[in-house]
């Protein structure tokens, strides 16, 4: 027969499980794929690029026109925009830790304004610093809850 302790160990770790697959799980709510018409997706394309084109041309050219660009094939670069052209632009690429793909410093890209997802400006480094402070704080708290759950274990005899 069960202890409220017993049960109290195994609704603590059955509650650990489920915020740990929580937070793993990017999807969320599980969503339906919603069919679009090639006329719709051609569409939504062009309005995306007329975004990225217009992004593009606000930010200008110079030292102040630093931007992360995400790509519709999820890569994303920052850089400075060193020429805007009618169906592109070029980039100088300024690889920095959190970028997917890391290219040598200085390398100019081509990007076509019809592959961009999505411009922004660059990340501080306060943000940079934030993300890996955050990440690591988050695995202490993990270890830490994995370790309280396993000395409440041994406590009710279930190690040797």
Known sequence: MRTRRDVSLIIKASALILV???GLDRT???QQPIELSEDSQSQILD???AKAKAEVTKRGLGQKSRVRVKMRDKH???GRIIQIDEQSFQLQVEPS???DLEPA???VLRIPYSEVEKIRRPRSRAANLGIG???IVAAVLMLAAIVVLRADLCR???CH
Do not use: E, P, R
Request: hydrophobic share 45%; charged share 10%.
């Open 20 to 22: 740990v697959a929580v």
């Open 47 to 49: 309005q995306k690029a």
């Open 97 to 99: 830790f959190l970028d």
């Open 105 to 107: 410093k200085g390398t």
């Open 76 to 78: 994303q670069f920052t």
């Open 28 to 30: 969320g709510l599980a």
């Open 133 to 135: 402070v955050g990440a």
């Open 156 to 158: 009710s005899s279930y």
